[in-house]
């Protein structure tokens, strides 16, 4: 603790001073030393430090019983590291002699009451705590951390709460002579700025009442008097109320000063002040390479088997399914698109929250209605200058696993890509013009792998599909006929190896969508610090709709990843020996890493209305292993 | 640069591609090579060089004449570094091998055109220009900065201008074949964020007419087609909208990319990308320390006398005098509090900006109707959350003179002090509840000086009245009176050194005013890295008016500084052997560093109204001599 006060003493009266545990009075007796003084000594009660310090420079000595040359440079610090009994039962004499005559010319008197004033951040577990949060700092100690109470933990209760187990504990220690607190007074405030982002309830009344917790501040609050009632110990409860972006660095402070108000003629003056500084939790976004917990998809009118192919998979990778139910999304399918799923994490608690996007489809009540609930926190944005585009689809909105680039290690989740309405996590923009619906899922994935970063990231190549063609051509296969096996659909006929080969517009297309693909490579290697090593080329065509692109055939990287279980689009692609050549190699691609393919035909409810598996889907994962104030940022 | 590109070849038709000068190009061959190759050669036009790499590691070598074995691994790479005189007037050859047999297999083509592109920033006076503009970096080199162009160089036009000689330049440089952008386009853009902080207008004009500027960037446009119009170099003059606060960094960025928009079948694609990132320049306070420019002051109804001390004080210290007239200030002669001057600073421009404060007295207008003008600025913060209090006054926004402190280098000011209601400098939050005005400027100024730090800090101190007068009673002045001398005031009793020292209460009352005038004195010296050296304590006693403090006698601290010409409040002390010896103990203080004392009677225009010459009284002062733009901060 840096802070420090000097007290004046005088030779008139008995001066009397209040310190705080741990904390430096600098004693000045400069503006009243008796004529003819030359030399003084200090003599301290038992429990008062008192050091002699010169003081321009570092060196300090005990005070012991010598006498001390009296000079303005020497400074007299005292310093109390326990709590007194009564006020004024500890004090300083100070004696002022004339050269080394035995009798002093006079003294003054300092009388001092000590009190111990912290306040903490505190878990509710266990009560550990870490010394210092005037500062906040980065790393496995930190304890200082508020979440966003964004949950509904009272389900009847159309507000949302403010659930004690969801807020931090900050706790205000106090010791001292009782009969101190009769004419000072101990304030927790805070700005104006910091009251907008937090909450801050006192915990006052009998337990379990009602009543029992009092908010004291926050928006409009900025100060608060905190009753001397039970005891040494005051607990109070903090919630964040936003999270942290480009508006607020996510950092709130919180002050207790203790002031004295023994006078009445004056006004109140400080005599100390603690800090606590709290760091808001980020909502963070979870990369398709953590394990699975929860599925999500729409029943709607045509997608029963779809639907039932999702349940499949589900249970074949262990985690929960959610249907909503058609009555909830009046067909609307893409809940990809509607919300994106993430989470919230603090040493006492960690709990899922759901991002609703500002895109408001016919889904748009399903987060809120449906998800928010106890321990499933809900945050929105709504749209910036009130225009809604493609782009604020969450579709658009995905995050990279960990990665270490450009020197800089983004662990939880490195960059969500697109050009999302509300960034968290650091991002990188790519280029999507060239799509018709214009989302980064369009043509990239990520995928868990057992070597290399953890994880490959699936691009869509057209280039990569001609080669698989025109090698399946020379093989004597150019007749095979792609959509040969979709049901009951009509709109959609069948093309052989040698139509698609001999397409010269298909080609040039094709050529011109693998050049964007491209360019978003570069930018991913780049930003990413990826290699070619970490990327799998997934054979995809396009064609041209208005100039844009939309899949030629169901596009094989917009797949459901839970863990090994992959749900991949069925691209009814050439029959080649019974097999469809495009699963084949999508196989002979992944199964090496471990990967189990299930390729669910999605084609009519779907594909053809420009999505695909992964539009239509949702995934609530585990949150990562590792804590995000672990890290550096 | 680091942007690169991947352009495919084919074996069955030349390829075409478009290079950006000095940007690579990455050859992939590997999608078409024939059967039975094992070896390739590669053949570039003269001004293309291409290098082999293995895609892995760092090492690359010329392709000179060799032959190299092919595997996936080996990348070609191509740069040109010349624009282009024609559409594909250069080409790179592959020619792919069986072994060491002289004749080749095949043979693919990719011909080349090379643009040469560069958004770069520009000064109007001398055309330097720094090479990369696309981070921001600290140091004497950088030129990419904006100034919030808040000047009215039209008086006659109500609105803010858009003059163009505050503005910064920036320069689209392209050299290619004009041909090229028959089917290529050039889109200078940024993002919606960015194009709330900026505008960007487009030269596109003959010059000297008014249409000559368009409006190109800026809220609700964010991209803009530039037209192939006149020659190589197209001319940008942007400015700042905003001056960097909490919500805003002050980085912008404005891109230029090139599109490929050749084939009406696809939709356009980026070739290249170059960016530009301007800093909006801070609006930056002056510190007292700082030579003055000119002095305000306001004529009331019966200040005359003090208008005419402060007119010569102008005189003396060789600056220029603004009297803001009755009819304009309704008597509302706190000057000091209406506003704060500082200025904005790039390489191309330096021009004062008046900071007009939340305050809204009287004086309310002033500033923007008679100081706003031609290469003089205006900005204000409306109050936040609708409430005004005293200390949105900018007697309480004061910024310390350059510092080294905690270890980080402060240079252009330090600190304000007080509790602003914007800051820019970074802020050192003082106690003045104590105060019933509640402004720093009533306990603290700073004065420049020839040795230390180059200033000295100066605190109101009652602890150093009291010494100065019981020295005096004790050599037998005992009753000497203050007040005297005040002119034309019935209000106020005279007092001699016995009375005031005899006062119980007037003395108890100012240890209370010295406990809180030291808090502050600890937190100055610990957040500016001060010294009891850098510090002089002025002497001064205040009183008590409902528990607040106001100066007992004019308050000596809350002084006018003109370089070495201080205009001090007379403060009307006890007259001894014909001086008032609080005069000559000021005097002592301060003529020794350089300085000269002008003591100037405010006692009833100002004192009685509990302020003084500094609260009546505002300055425009010389910008510091370093630039902003060097100090990391």
């Known amino acids: 603790m840096s802070q420090q006060r000097i007290v004046r003493v005088s030779l008139e009266h008995p001066t009397s001073a209040v310190c705080v545990a741990g904390v430096e009075t600098l004693v000045d007796i400069y503006g009243s030393v008796p004529e003819g003084t030359e030399m003084f000594e200090v003599y301290g009660t038992p429990g008062v430090d008192i050091y002699i310090s010169p003081s321009m420079e570092r060196g300090r000595e005990r005070a012991d019983t010598r006498r001390w040359r009296c000079n303005a440079g020497l400074e007299i610090i005292v310093v109390m590291n326990s709590p007194s009994n009564d006020v004024n039962d500890s004090h300083v004499q100070i004696s002022y002699y004339s050269g080394h005559k035995p009798l002093p010319l006079a003294y003054t008197v300092l009388y001092l ?15 550990r705590q870490n010394g210092s949060f005037r500062q906040w700092v980065w790393g496995p100690m930190v304890w200082a951390i508020l979440l966003v109470n964004c949950d509904r933990d009272d389900v009847n209760c159309d507000d949302r709460d403010n659930y004690l187990e969801d807020m931090s504990v900050m706790v205000l ?14 304030v927790l ?41 039970h005891g040494d110990e005051e607990r109070f409860f903090v919630e964040g109320l936003s999270f942290p972006d480009a508006g607020f660095s996510g950092l709130v402070s919180f002050h207790v000063t203790l002031l004295d108000d023994s006078n009445e003629d004056f006004s109140e003056s400080p005599i100390f002040t603690d800090t606590v500084v709290f760091r808001v939790a980020p909502w963070i976004m979870t990369p398709s390479t953590l394990p699975p917990l929860e599925v999500y ?22 985690c929960k399914l959610t249907i909503c139910p058609q009555a909830e999304n009046r067909n609307d399918r893409w809940i990809q698109d ?33 998800i928010l609930g106890p321990d499933f926190g809900y945050v929105t944005r709504e749209p910036q200058d009130s225009s809604v585009c493609g782009l604020d689809s969450f579709g658009n909105l995905e995050v990279s696993p960990p990665v270490v680039a450009n020197g800089k290690s983004t662990p939880w989740g490195g960059s969500s890509l697109g ?17 018709a619906v214009g989302h980064v899922d369009e043509f990239l994935s990520f995928v868990p792998a057992p070597d290399g970063k953890g994880f490959r990231m699936l691009l869509a190549s057209p280039s990569a599909c001609f080669k698989l063609f025109q090698e399946k051509r020379k093989w004597g296969h150019g007749r095979a006929l792609l959509f040969e096996g979709v049901v009951g659909n009509n709109q959609v006929s069948t093309i052989s190896i040698n139509q698609v080969l001999s397409n010269e517009n298909l080609i040039s297309f094709n050529k011109f969508v693998q050049s964007c693909v491209d360019w978003n490579r570069e930018v991913l290697k780049r930003e990413l610090g990826l290699t070619e090593r ?11 709709e208005r100039r844009k692109a939309v899949a030629f055939f169901p596009d094989l990287v917009n797949m459901l990843v839970l863990g090994k279980h992959l749900g991949i689009p069925k691209p009814f692609g050439p029959i080649i020996n019974g097999r469809c050549c495009l699963e084949e190699k999508v196989r002979s691609l992944l199964e090496p890493l471990g990967l189990h393919c299930t390729f669910i035909d999605d084609f009519t409810p779907y594909h053809m209305l420009h999505g695909e598996v992964h539009c239509g889907t949702n995934v609530r994962r585990q949150p990562f292993s590792f804590k995000w104030w672990h890290m550096v940022p």
């Open 173 to 186: 220690r106090t010791q001292g002579p009782a009969a101190l607190f009769d004419d000072h007074r101990l």
């Open 113 to 127: 009451t000590c009190v111990d004033i912290t306040l903490d951040c505190d878990l509710n577990c266990d009560g």
């Open 419 to 435: 050009q999302p309405a509300w960034r968290v996590q650091p991002p990188v923009e790519l280029f999507v013009d060239w799509l």
């Open 338 to 370: 509607e919300m994106e799923l993430g989470y919230v994490q603090a040493p006492h608690k960690t709990f899922p929250v759901v991002f609703d996007s500002p895109r408001n489809g016919e889904l748009q009540d399903f987060p809120y209605k449906r």
């Open 297 to 318: 998809v729409c029943q709607v009118r045509n997608n029963t088997r779809f639907v039932d192919a999702v349940a499949e998979l589900a249970m074949k990778a262990g």
């Open 534 to 544: 970490d990327i799998v080329d997934i054979p995809q065509l396009f064609k041209s």
């Open 189 to 229: 405030h805070t700005s104006s700025y910091d009251a907008k982002w937090a909450r801050v309830f006192h915990a006052c009344g009998p337990e379990d009442s009602c009543e029992a917790y009092r908010h004291v501040l926050g928006r409009d609050k900025v100060s608060y008097e905190v009753p001397r009632s």
